[in-house]
């Protein structure tokens, strides 16, 4: 590194010359500061988050365990673990829980939900917006470990304030009906960003559209087809593949049943938790990682798609996700 | 139909819409606002009877307060390692030409958002394993720093772009070192950029629960949202005292950094890069 005091005829030197081969450099940075400057963050992501996801390629064809002979010495198992994952009935049961939880919390929960709020607030003000706001986004800032107590207290099957006000006492709403518990608190948990980005959206129809189609008679769903989805069709793409990759990765369920009663809500997080840390089989667990982020990387490669698609289609709003 | 009967269907309508909303919104949260002054405090949500003694139970259990300082200590050693080294990378890229690097940003960008906390668990818990790092306060902070340092230098870098090079080359014509128009020029102009993400950064590590429940091991290292959730899982009843005290005074910190953004830069959270 050079010293903080460099002569400036040196340091002018240095600029003139970097100047020269890059344009824009106004501090005279020269390629070689520039590359250390850029250096410890690139080691960085290269050691806590890439290497992770490659060394998962090789972490799933061992024997890998937590404990015992295999956590000292794994062999290797080839492409076994991959099979296993594949034909494990578990595996399949939480696949379509997760299935279930992200089109039913995040694809239709939160999208209509959040839709719905955007619409019916869309040219109030005043007091009633700013606490239903206010609210949504609690729900949304506030920390999983809070958030998750408080849905226990609210359907807790003794003194729960769900049972109080529904006059049931004694329903066990977690373990009678856990997948539900986890859809309906993750809508709870996460409108808060549709709400917010169909907010923004509706802000772009202009509002002679609604009024030409509110003089044309047109009824609030007909009006919503023909007037307001055409001009909002690109934020609903993106944001629908935004949200499912956020719950697909969610751990906050965990955090609320754990998975249970008897892995009936054992989403992919979950259930990559408890066979790789709980049950101790690493490879195993590896072999459920590498799945997942091949998951997210075409949840995400789609996504880029429909962004660049939408760029195509209007420039001007492509910038703001 | 009778336009008035519409109008009038139309407005019961829309309010039992928003009441519904206002009260699946506030129903679970009714119980945060009220049980931490409640005497007698319950499971279910009930108006209080005031008092502040179960901020004296808060106070006196031994991992309350020491986890908040965990939290405090992982929530600002990231903060203090993503600014900098994203804010380093982000000038040096925003003002010097590197072949292939709107690519190496956009790449990076993905894989922080396909690689998640979650779906790497496993190869994570390894790395920090072989690496010594487990039960180690650093070793979060470092995992945390990697999977939040892409996004942090693409809006470092999207702050740099958008300011003028004329203080910096007015700096280097009276003579400063490229490090001293860093710090001396630079930084002061494009600090409400490295407060957005400092506070951002903040943000993501309070809350989060998965990194530190995998990583550490020993409770006197465990942050707030860790041992917040052994105080409602260990022991037979919950601890409920304690248990509103602390969720109160554990999300109050959000809340208050979720105000000073939004109002000073009128910026939201994006909930983006969570992991």
């Given amino acids: 590194m050079a010293p903080l005091t460099s002569p400036p005829s040196e340091a002018a030197r240095r600029g003139g010359t970097a100047a020269a081969s890059a344009g824009g450099d106004a501090a005279g940075l020269g390629r070689g500061r520039a590359a250390a400057f850029v250096a410890p963050a690139l080691v960085l992501i290269a050691v806590f988050l890439v290497f992770p996801a490659l060394w998962t390629l090789y972490l799933g064809t061992t024997d890998y365990r937590l404990t015992g002979i295999a956590a000292s010495e794994p062999k290797f198992v080839g492409a076994h673990n991959y099979g296993d994952v594949l034909g494990d009935g578990d595996f399949h049961h939480s696949l379509w829980l997760t299935l279930q939880f992200v089109l039913g919390s995040a694809v239709i929960g939160q999208t209509l939900l959040g839709f719905a709020i955007a619409w019916v607030m869309r040219d109030r003000k005043g007091l009633v917006r700013r606490v239903v706001e206010a609210l949504v986004l609690l729900a949304w800032i506030l920390p999983g470990s809070v958030i998750a107590f408080l849905w226990i207290a609210l359907l807790d099957r003794d003194g729960g304030t769900l049972n109080a006000l529904l006059g049931t006492p004694g329903t066990a709403w977690l373990i009678d009906h856990p997948m539900a518990c986890v859809i309906v608190f993750n809508v709870w948990h996460g409108t808060a960003f549709s709400m917010m980005l169909y907010g923004a959206a509706l802000g772009n129809v202009p509002p002679s559209h609604l009024e030409t189609a509110r003089l044309a008679g047109a009824s609030t769903l007909q009006t919503l087809r023909d007037a307001v989805l055409p001009r909002i069709r690109g934020h609903v793409l993106t944001s629908l593949l935004l949200i499912s990759l956020w719950t697909f990765n969610d751990f906050t369920p965990f955090l609320i049943t754990a998975g249970g009663p008897d892995h009936r809500s054992e989403i992919m997080s979950v259930y990559v938790y408890r066979t790789a840390l709980g049950d101790g089989r690493l490879g195993f667990g590896a072999a459920i990682s590498l799945v997942m982020i091949l998951i997210n990387l075409v949840i995400a490669l789609v996504y880029l798609r429909a962004l660049r698609e939408r760029g195509r289609r209007e420039p001007r709003e492509a910038v703001t996700a | ?275």
């Avoid at chain 2, 009038?8 to 039992?16: Q, S």
Wanted: glycine share 6%; net charge positive.
């Fill in chain 2, 1 to 275: 139909m009778n336009p008035v009967v519409r109008e009038a269907l139309r407005r019961i309508g829309l309010a039992t819409f928003v009441s519904a909303v206002l009260g699946f919104f506030a129903l679970p949260l009714l119980w945060l606002a009220f049980t931490p002054f409640d005497a007698n405090p319950g499971i279910a949500a009930s108006l209080p009877d005031f008092t502040l003694h179960n901020f004296k139970i808060l106070m006196d259990n031994p991992y309350a307060l020491e986890s908040m300082r965990n939290s405090v200590l992982l929530a600002a050693g990231t903060a203090l390692l993503v600014v900098v080294c994203a804010a380093l990378a982000a000038y040096a890229l925003s003002r010097v030409r590197v072949p292939g690097r709107d690519a190496l940003l956009y790449v990076l960008l993905l894989l922080s958002s396909i690689i998640t906390g979650t779906a790497a668990m496993v190869p994570i818990f390894l790395l920090a394993f072989n690496l010594h790092l487990i039960d180690s306060r650093l070793g979060v902070v470092l995992v945390l720093t990697g999977g939040l340092l892409p996004a942090a230098i693409f809006l470092l870098k999207d702050f740099t772009d958008a300011t003028p090079t004329s203080y910096e080359e007015a700096a280097r014509v009276f003579g400063a070192s490229p490090l001293q128009i860093l710090r001396h020029v630079v930084v002061p102009v494009i600090r409400p950029g490295l407060a957005t993400v400092g506070v951002w950064t903040v943000a993501q590590v309070w809350g989060d629960f998965l990194m530190p429940f995998l990583l550490l091991r020993n409770p006197d290292k465990a942050p707030a949202s860790v041992i917040m959730y052994t105080f409602y899982t260990e022991g037979g009843q919950p601890d409920l005292p304690l248990i509103s005290t602390f969720s109160l005074l554990y999300s109050l910190p959000v809340v208050v950094m979720y105000l000073f953004v939004s109002r000073r830069y009128g910026f939201r959270f994006h909930g983006g890069i969570k992991r």
